[in-house]
């Protein structure tokens, strides 16, 4: 099975624009997640979105959104982007079912450097 | 709020000594345990985890892990170190709750290099 897949890996943007990063997850996966890793806050949790619908949210302002389509790939958009946002940004995939005891993978992430 | 604690943020061995990783964290109930590896410029790789059942959990690359629930730690080990183990090495936790959705809370990560 391939893994996950980023796209774009390396995004240089400037202050005040937006940005969407997509995240492809392994086939037969329903639940994707996405998280930010910085050297200062390590990694944290953004959001889950499992069959189109954010379930779960992390504690990040509503400049982070996303969303997931029906094929289950994922975007997650960051708007008025600021000089902290810069990050590498990961996203995760998994199963996303009730009753499993779930594992989730990660792909390359995207290098997110703002201006 | 659940956390996790590596204390070691920066550990250097020579190659072909052992290894030891520490993980504690604080959650009210067992939670899921895992551990992943991040070489640089890459993303995370599942080295193991710990569900439930056998408390000595085997991954890969030669990696274990033992859960000891009296010290609420999770602390990965490997025997013999090959350079190209030096890598940073997170530890991670997630509350079991069955309903398919867990978000996970990392430390802070332990940075290893190894001296040939």
């Known amino acids: 099975k391939a893994g996950v897949t980023q796209t774009p890996r390396y995004l240089i943007k400037t202050r005040g624009q937006q940005v969407t990063l997509s995240c492809s997850p392994i086939?037969?996966?329903?639940?994707v997640s996405w998280y930010q890793q910085t050297p200062g806050q390590g990694l944290q949790f953004l959001f889950e979105y499992f069959s189109e619908t954010q379930r779960n949210k992390g504690n990040f302002p509503g400049r982070f959104s996303g969303r997931q389509f029906s094929n289950s790939r994922s975007e997650m958009n960051v708007s008025t982007l600021e000089l902290g946002d810069s990050a590498l940004y990961l996203c995760?995939?998994?199963?996303?079912?009730?009753?499993?005891?779930?594992?989730?993978?990660f792909g390359p992430g995207t290098r997110l450097t703002v201006l | 709020a659940q956390s996790v604690t590596q204390p070691d943020i920066h550990i250097t061995v020579s190659e072909g000594a052992s290894l030891e990783l520490r993980c504690n964290y604080s959650?009210?109930?067992?939670?899921?345990l895992f551990w992943y590896v991040q070489s640089p410029g890459q993303g995370l790789q599942l080295l193991l985890k710990?569900?439930?059942?056998?408390?000595l959990v085997q991954g890969i690359k030669g990696f274990e892990a033992e859960f000891k629930r009296s010290q609420s730690s999770f602390n990965l080990r490997k025997p013999s170190v090959h350079w190209s183990d030096a890598a940073e090495y997170f530890c991670a936790v997630a509350p079991y709750s069955g309903a398919g959705s867990y978000q996970l809370t990392f430390g802070k990560g332990t940075k290893l290099s190894v001296i040939p």
């Open positions: 959650y009210g109930a067992t939670p899921y």
């Open positions: 086939s037969g996966h329903r639940s």
């Open positions: 995760a995939s998994s199963s996303g079912l009730a009753g499993r005891t779930d594992t989730q993978y």
């Open positions: 710990y569900f439930s059942g056998d408390t």
